[in-house]
């Protein structure tokens, strides 16, 4: 039977480089990808891994208590 679990993820794009980065704080991991499509899915097949191995480990899955928010700063 398969579950399913949701990971937050922040994308943002590196137009120097022109291409997308993915963050899963849950696993403390990175993903990288052409298009943001691309790095989307580097980023599950990324936590899909990490999934296994904490199977195969014998780990609990994280439960994903990222805090997001923005912050305000003096631009002098």
Do not use: I, P, S, Y
């Given at each position: 039977m398969e579950h399913e679990q949701q990971f937050l993820v922040l994308f943002e794009e590196d137009k120097m480089e022109k291409n997308f980065t993915a963050y899963i704080p849950?696993?403390?991991l990175g993903a990288r990808g052409d298009t943001l499509e691309e790095a989307?899915?580097?980023?599950?097949?990324?936590?899909?891994?990490a999934i296994a191995l904490a199977r195969i480990s014998g780990k609990s899955l994280p439960q994903g208590d990222a805090i997001v928010e923005s912050i305000t700063v003096a631009t002098i």
């Open positions: 849950a696993f403390r989307r899915e580097n980023a599950k097949d990324l936590a899909q891994m």
